[in-house]
């Protein structure tokens, strides 16, 4: 990666702060705190997909020896929650369920006991009376006539569709009847898990001051702390959510969940901590996941290869709750029109209720889906009309300045050179004219947002804010809600804040993701919002110290007004004078003595505006998978996979890198094997080895570079990594694989059995 | 208490907000935090009074199983320290001795083992070898020719003092020839211990970034902060200081002490969190204490009752260290023309080492013996005079608008008050008149400072600082790096908070005594500085606060601009239309939309500036001893303690009654029973049972009052409480006992032994 910025610490790929104390296994994760008179807890979840609760005997498990506590829908206030709280209506979960059951998994009673194992055992002899209900396990029977509607008590146009979003511009039917090539196609696209490697945990504490105080692995803490407090009856600051070391979320831990609900609720009702921790089961067999969609996708092209327009229906089957299936609904259909331009667009997405475990927020959230469907597409195209997949792209693909309507228009945009580089890097036309029977090439291409516009959470703070403390000793303490879950944020805002302020990153304490000391508030970990959201206010705060300083320095050598400043190796000196520097620590000193001892502190928040309702910036790549696929068995190996992309300015390459590894590895998982097999909402692959996570052996070989781009809206340039990076491989995939047998995937995932079959051979 | 101000939450005795979590016993001091990994340290103590080290072996207690790590004097760095930064030759300590002990007790080892018991074990197998020098053991031996030097490193104009510091100002020696009466009098006063509850421990950990942690019961954290920095030569940021709940300091813990250093220095060492906990031995035979003066005051009388001048010069025996001493010599001065007025005075103050356990910081600092000192000598002159010693106190008191040379301007002043309502109180005037043999009663007064204002501890921050974040749900979160020791000001600026913003304290959240999150810095806990100083910067603070809701509030009604407006009942309102009220939530909330998701927050600072060298506002009283004194044994009971003191405002009058509570066990014991029997630098009384500490029944019952008084510079009229209140017990029982005995006792403590002495009976 290269740069005409002159950076001393972004674009170094600085080990990550917590890589230490992970590699030693001293880093706490909520599972990991024990606190004096700590009860274990446990949930009971419904056994049935669809049912009315007739009653809960819990008198033989509340006789249980250590079992401190039981709870069930009828203890708990009759409050509804969900993240979409500027929608009041669709908040459609109760911590507990109350008179219903909706999914197999969903929480009926949690105990709290001495132990884990009288917890287990206080579940198991809580007797549950249901009414069983005829169950929807499709979006089909969802929708059939007749179905069983899943949420009588809110009311929906058509049964079962929560909620549903249409966009159209320019004259679609006038081009599809114009147009020389219609493409009318329909997807499935399957659901798979987050799979994080530390189930979702929890520690709640009821202090002797009125007060909650709640451990939880989470993207969001301050999510966390609206949304319990609204549940619980208290006052948001009543409540304190801090975030531990998390080991992972990829959008599955983005909202109040039931446990940390039951945890808090049970701790302030007898004055005891609580923990819950999942299981590994509970979580691949009742928790969210990405959205299964049905998708009909009909695409107009000229015969030269130009995009005309787009129609685009999408089904979501969201599971048994709305969750985030709002935004899953909405960003689909952005999704749809982005990465190439499509002057005519019409989309329509419901979500659709099923007795199925809610799907929920996952990583690329809505674009590996449309992202399969439009990258397949122009594959198909490409084919049809005899141009080149990366000429056909390079024609349609956006470019800095075009507009999406209604959304954003771009601005730093990587797209073409991604196509050119990794064409390039893979010898792609040659390459392809050459491939041999039962090996294939293929190409997807992705764009994503750098965090989310539209405020669904409806907070009422900026959507992010950091506070830079300067002390004279040259350290400075940054404090910030933002969260780090494993994707390296802690490091990425240090590297930001030591640039601006021409320090290192050890120079730099944090405090980060505690509601009760770190600024308010932060929306949190997901939308690839953090590098450019919560960076944007670490540099703002930053600014307003090296004002201070600049000032001081200033006065010390009676500088001109027009000289120029610049903070570098822990110094303040004029930019033509660097012989006229003042330490850091001593510039600091100087202001507070100008202010007579009150403390340097800066203050930045950043939240967009004049930025449309999707995002302020957009990344941008392209990704070839080269893959071989045995003839006999139809098992896909994917030799090597080359991306080129364009986050903007790398802040942390490495760490980019690391990004861009695991959404190889989650994209492979999506492509090929990963799958939750389900019969009428009761999932069967229930561990990692029947779910068929791929493991590092299956990881492919491959490189990637950056396409160096300049966000004007980023720190130092940089936009979103990593989760856009999930939506090419696919796509890409299912491209190699057509090359390889003749058989077009549309719908995932590509299990050998469909290949077998797409290549008649079963 | 009355008060003319209309307060709604001060002046209330609302409990404690930490006597819940007390009382279950839940509250964490730091000998209840456990670390994973964590090791348990031991200091290796000098068991000579003062020696050169010529060796010590290691090697035996390193081969003990279970031992991590042992550090002598020769593996720290060379660098001394000591609270007067101001002057850095005061500073004379090493964490750990190297060459030389200089009392019993003097730390020269320091072990970190797996369990406690190794890490004695561990200590009894180190070999020292000593060679003995003389040792000083009085202010006598030390000053006398060819006595043993202490310090021999560190230039003293006379060998052995280590400081001195001189005060004058009229013309003594000319009213010494006029006047009428001169008292010319020896005194001698003891050392006494803190004998706070909570033995001194600490927990460091040093961490994967590169900073360290420690948890220390300190009522300074700052201090521990900057001088743990400067002897472990890291940067004061990248350590952080958390004061957990703490037992009591009494003066005691304002100090860095060696165990945290080695608590740092080993976990930093070694990489694993190391906790040391002092024994109640350890405590008792080592511990900082009291100072012992010798003291010699002359004062000269008018013979109609006036004061004309006094000499004082005082020796103290500081121990083998400076450690406060500086204060005390700097302070003594201070009391000793302090409470009537010296029109002519004299102070020469001397700090002599001895080698014994240094003096320190001790509750009411100074004053105890100064007033000691000139109360009773107050008490002689009025029987030499024949005027009642309430009279002869109501000619020379004190009153608002006197000045102290060179020192400053008493604002409020309820001296006079005090001494008129402890007489009708106590039917003073006829009860001395009808005292059955054996009964006596006595009388005492003090005052006190509020703070100190000069800065020796050379910080640059504010002496305090307060940020105070507002939120729409009606609540707020007080940060203050102010330290409740026990002495309740967690409380207590809840309470001003409240009060300034019309709330609750359950209202408030607060986050105290972190340097790493609360605001830098508030110099600790000690010349009760709290109420006042973090009470000023709180009320500040919450006034930004009220500002911009006032804005809000006068926006929505569109009021007049000379509206006045009010906080009141979690409301905000124009004072003459309490109807047009805005909830305080709402007006967060309406602020927050003004600044388009800015958070509300208030900072506010405090630091006494015009207020001379020693405290912006000073505290008096007066208390009477009603005692019996059996004149077979000698044994003093104390019958009825009564006493009138001037606060200004009581924030919580029940916190100032426990904090009388307190003062009059403290002057009881110092009165007197407790003492340190020691010999040759040897402490013999080593158990609360031999120190002879005052147990529950032997306090008297007892009755206080309020003189009402609103100090101009306190937050809502409040000032000192509870420290100076240490101050006239013993004078006052000293002087019962003389009521009753016929022996004035001008040597502390007033044993049985003494009494009978003074009796002539032995």
Redesign the interface.
């Known amino acids: 990666m290269s740069t005409d910025h002159n950076f001393s610490v972004v674009g170094k790929s600085l080990p990550r ?2 890589a ?2 992970k590699a ?1 296994g ?1 880093a706490q994760y909520a599972d990991d705190i024990f606190l ?1 008179g700590m009860l274990y807890g446990k949930l009971l979840r419904s056994p049935v997909a669809h049912a009315l609760i007739k009653s809960i005997d819990t008198s033989a498990a509340e006789a249980l020896p250590g079992v401190k506590c039981i709870i069930t829908g009828q203890n708990i206030p009759k409050i509804k929650y969900g993240n979409w709280r500027l929608v009041p209506e669709s908040q459609d979960e109760f911590a507990l369920a109350i008179d219903k059951v909706r999914f197999i998994g969903d929480e009926v009673a949690a105990v709290a006991a001495l132990d884990k194992d009288s917890a287990e055992e206080a579940i198991r002899l809580i007797k549950v009376e249901y009414e069983e209900l005829p169950g929807a396990y499709s979006v089909e029977e969802s929708l059939a006539d007749g179905g069983p509607v899943i949420h009588d008590e809110y009311k929906q146009d058509i049964p079962n569709i929560s909620l549903d979003r249409k966009i159209e511009y320019g004259e679609l039917d006038k081009v599809f009847a114009e147009a020389d090539l219609i493409l009318d196609d329909h997807f499935t696209v399957h659901a798979v898990s987050h799979a994080y490697m530390e189930p979702c945990a929890c520690v709640a504490e009821y ?5 909650l105080t709640i451990w939880t692995s989470t993207q969001a803490p301050y999510f966390v702390q609206c949304l319990l ?1 609204s549940t619980m009856e208290m ?4 409540i304190r959510v801090i975030k531990p070391f998390v080991g992972g979320g990829f959008g599955g831990k983005m909202e109040m969940r039931p446990w940390e609900f039951c945890a808090a609720f049970i701790a302030r009702k007898i004055g005891r901590p609580v923990k819950f921790t999942l299981t590994r089961e509970e979580e691949l067999s009742t928790g969210r996941r990405r959205h299964p969609m049905n998708i009909h996708s009909k695409v107009a092209f000229s015969k030269d290869g130009m995009l005309l327009g787009k129609e685009f229906n999408v089904h979501l089957d969201g599971g048994a709750y709305n969750s985030m299936g709002p935004t899953a609904c909405f960003l689909c259909g952005n999704f749809g029109a982005m990465l190439y331009n499509y002057p005519n667009y019409r989309y329509y997405g419901a979500h659709v209720y099923t007795n199925k475990p809610p799907a929920g927020a996952m990583r690329g959230f809505g674009a590996p889906q449309a992202l399969f469907v439009a990258e397949t597409q122009m594959n198909v195209a490409a084919e049809k009309l005899g141009i080149d997949p990366v000429d056909i792209r390079l024609m349609n693909a956006m470019e800095s300045g075009d507009e999406i309507p209604g959304v954003a228009t771009i601005s730093s945009c990587g797209f073409k050179e991604s196509l050119v580089k990794v064409a390039e890097m893979t010898d792609w036309r040659e390459k392809r004219k050459n491939l041999k029977p039962g090996q294939g090439l293929g190409l997807g291409c992705y764009s994503f947002i750098s965090g989310g516009v539209f405020n669904w959470f409806n ?5 992010t ?1 950091a506070e830079v ?1 300067a ?5 400075v ?1 940054l ?1 910030t809600m933002a969260s780090d879950i494993g994707q390296g944020c802690d490091t990425v805002l240090r590297q930001i804040l030591a640039e601006e302020l021409g320090l290192q990153i ?1 120079d730099i ?1 944090l ?1 980060a993701a505690d509601t ?2 770190t ?3 932060d929306l949190g970990t997901w939308g690839s919002r953090v590098t450019l959201m919560a960076g944007n206010a670490v540099r703002k705060a930053a600014q307003e110290i090296k004002e201070e300083l600049f000032k001081m320095v200033s006065l010390k050598f009676d500088l001109n007004v027009i000289h120029d400043l610049r903070c570098g190796d822990g110094k303040i000196y004029p930019a033509n004078r660097p012989d006229r520097a003042v330490s850091f620590g001593d510039a600091v ?1 100087m202001a ?2 100008a202010k ?4 340097v502190i800066g203050y930045g ?1 950043y ?1 967009p505006r004049n930025k449309g309702l999707v995002t302020p910036a957009f990344s941008f790549g392209a990704q070839v998978a080269e893959c071989e696929v045995d003839q006999e068995t139809g098992a896909v190996e994917v030799k090597y996979m080359t991306t080129a992309h364009d986050c903007g300015t790398p802040i942390n390459p490495m760490s980019v890198e690391g990004q861009l590894e695991g959404s190889v590895h989650m994209g492979l998982g999506y492509a090929l094997c990963e799958q939750f097999i389900m019969k009428e909402g009761k999932t069967l692959t229930t561990t990692f080895l029947d779910y068929k996570i791929p493991c590092a052996e299956d990881m492919p070989p491959g490189v990637s570079v950056h396409v160096d781009t300049y966000e004007p809206d980023g720190p130092f340039g940089a936009k979103e990594a990593g989760e856009g990076l999930v939506s090419p491989t696919a796509p890409a995939i299912a491209d190699a694989v057509y090359a390889a047998t003749g058989y077009r995937c549309m719908d995932l995932p590509l299990t050998p059995q469909k290949i077998l079959a797409g290549m008649k051979k079963i």
Chains 1, 2 share one sequence.
């Open positions: 702060s917590d230490r104390i030693v001293a004096p202090d002797h001051d009125g007060r407090a006052r948001e600051n009543d907070t009422r703070y900026n959507f804010r403390r002390f004279d000793d040259g350290t303490h404090m050890t304490r405090t009760a000391v600024p308010q508030a000193r507070q003595r007579r001892g009150e403390p928040s939240t």
